[in-house]
């Protein structure tokens, strides 16, 4: 679905189809996946909008209790950003090319 949204943005432009919330989630989501920390400004960049757009987004979906933030204990200047376990319990309903069985964390 990232690839297919990545192809979209590139044939007919970004501005035309964008998501900004629901690329920060899918992103969230893949990394969540495979294990792998998001710091803040990585999920700026995935979500295809300029910084400031995409850090109203983040405080957005902090207070709406869809991401949660965290102190990366290796840096203490950064800021990880992760989904919510209900979050992601309820992204995965939806997509279901995710077999739950998958999914280590729930």
Do not use: H, Y
Request: proline fraction near 6%.
């Amino acid at each position: 679905m990232i690839a297919a949204r990545g192809s979209r943005a590139a044939a007919f432009g970004a501005d035309l189809f964008a998501d900004p919330a629901w690329d920060m989630m899918l992103a969230l989501l893949l990394a969540r996946l495979e294990r792998r920390p998001v710091s803040v400004s990585k999920l700026c960049l995935a979500s295809g909008v300029p910084q400031t757009t995409a850090l109203r987004w983040i405080s957005a979906l902090v207070a709406r209790g869809l991401l949660e933030r965290s102190a990366d204990p290796g840096n203490g200047r950064r800021i990880l950003v992760d989904l919510t376990d209900a979050a992601a319990a309820r992204l995965l309903r939806l997509l279901p090319a995710v077999r739950a069985e998958d999914v280590p964390f729930l």
